[in-house]
């Protein structure tokens, strides 16, 4: 059964009370197609997904980030060398405001004029 001519496509978050309805056994996928109007094989792939999606994120060992997202490991990489960059930053700014101070200094400083 396919999903009918002008019937509404499910949200996601509808697709995921299907599935969890599904994994619950509420109801079975063939309950579950004949009352949403799709494909028995649509929900079938809405689980695989959703377990799928579940497994990888349980095989991921790294804690979740700033974002709570754990990421690649490009992107804990990236993250890293943004801190290390924020830092070098921040010390650049401070030897040029001690730069700028001392030029003040300078510039205030008599000197000696030079006589031939």
Not at 32 to 59: K, M, Q
Not at 81 to 89: F, I, P, S, T, V
Request: charged fraction near 25%; hydrophobic fraction near 40%; proline fraction near 6%.
């Amino acid at each position: 059964m396919s999903r009918q001519k002008g019937a509404p496509r499910l949200s996601v978050e509808q697709k995921v009370q299907v599935v969890l309805a599904v994994l619950g056994h509420e109801l079975s996928i063939a309950e579950a197609a004949c009352r949403y109007g799709v494909a028995e094989y649509t929900i079938a792939g809405w689980w695989d997904w959703f377990v799928a999606a579940g497994t990888a994120r349980l095989e991921q060992r790294t804690p979740p980030g700033p974002d709570g997202q754990a990421g690649s490991a490009e992107v804990r990489r990236l993250r890293a060398e943004n801190r290390q960059l924020k830092l070098a930053l921040a010390g650049a700014t401070v030897q040029v405001r001690i730069w700028e101070k001392s030029g003040e200094q300078v510039q205030r400083a008599p000197f000696p004029s030079l006589k031939p």
